[in-house]
């Protein structure tokens, strides 16, 4: 496994397993099994509806708790409960979180931060993230935050590296996890010409060589799927290096071009919208 500091010292894997879109029964076979594999970081989110999976996955996977760099999302409506962070990691199973973000710059969002910043005092947090802030919302953020965040979770690939975002975060070493890295399955951008050449020469698919972009791009990745043999082809990326030659024709491909447009009216919707929380088991 590659690695990168944050701004705060700790490390995270540069590739994980993520479990958006993933029903619980199919987020705990995910995460058992990518764990197993290999992988050591695993994303997921309250607005998700499989928190409790993803706990039993890392348990069932055998590591201990300290091998597992575990990452989740508190969704709006949950920003001004401040039972929010423990009933969280009481889903999940644990006593701490390795990084915990705000989902959406939707409801109360600087209360959702300040419980961020709450949770990382009490070291039930040990990074903190934003998930989604962009443009404005990260400039009012800014302003406000006690502690700078570790990550910002947001949409990235070849066709949208973030440029104007990226600014930003060098100035604080704010990393980048992407979502949608590889274009939300958009044919057209996995048929890119530079990404079979590239394949044939070493030997991956055109999917592998996006996602070796991404960490060479220092970007994290976490690619989701419940199919275990292309959770073992996307941890397959890290035999080989893509050359600044190779990099630089890829950053040819960047045109601004994003999948997700998010209104105002949907923000809206996410702040009234309450996560369908699988529910406990019982003895």
């Given at each position: 496994?590659?690695y ?29 099994e990518?764990l197993?594999?290999g992988y ?7 607005a ?11 348990k069932e ?15 709006p ?5 401040e ?8 889903r ?7 990084l915990?973000?705000i ?7 600087l209360?959702?931060?300040?419980q ?9 947090a040990?990074?903190?993230g ?9 400039e009012e953020?800014?302003?406000?935050w006690?502690?700078?965040?570790q990550?910002?979770?947001?949409e990235a ?26 274009g939300h399955?958009?044919k ?42 292309h959770?073992?082809?996307?941890l ?5 290096t ?10 040819k ?16 919707q996410?702040?009234?919208?309450k996560?369908?929380y ?6």
């Open positions: 496994m590659e990168i500091t944050l701004n705060n010292g700790i490390k995270s894997p540069v590739i994980g397993i993520g479990t958006f879109m993933l029903a619980p029964q199919d987020a705990e076979n995910s995460v058992r990518a197993k594999m050591s970081l695993v994303d997921t989110a309250n998700y509806g499989n928190e409790r999976a993803v706990g039993r996955g890392i996977s055998g590591l201990k708790r300290e091998e597992v760099f575990l990452s989740t999302k508190l969704w409506s949950e920003y001004d409960n039972n929010a962070v423990d009933e969280t990691l009481e999940l199973g644990v006593d701490y979180v390795d915990l973000y989902h959406q710059p939707a409801g109360n969002w209360a959702g931060y300040c961020l910043e709450k949770a990382c005092k009490e070291g039930k040990k990074s903190i934003i998930s989604n802030f962009e443009g404005k919302y990260i953020l800014e302003k406000q006690e502690i700078v965040p990550f910002i979770q947001v690939h070849p066709y949208f590296t973030q440029k104007e975002l990226r600014q930003t975060l060098n100035k604080y070493d704010i990393k980048l996890m992407s979502w949608y890295p590889l399955g958009d057209s951008l996995i048929n890119e010409p530079i990404f079979a050449q590239l394949g044939e020469k070493y030997g991956k698919s055109p999917a592998q060589i996006i996602l070796r972009w991404h960490t060479q791009m220092d970007f994290v990745v976490i690619p989701g799927s419940k199919n275990v043999n959770i073992k082809d996307n397959n990326i890290l035999d080989f893509l050359t600044d030659e190779e990099m630089a024709q890829i950053a491909l960047d045109k601004d071009q994003r999948y997700y447009h998010r209104t105002d009216e949907q923000l809206d996410y702040a009234g919208w996560p369908n699988e529910k406990a088991y019982s003895l």
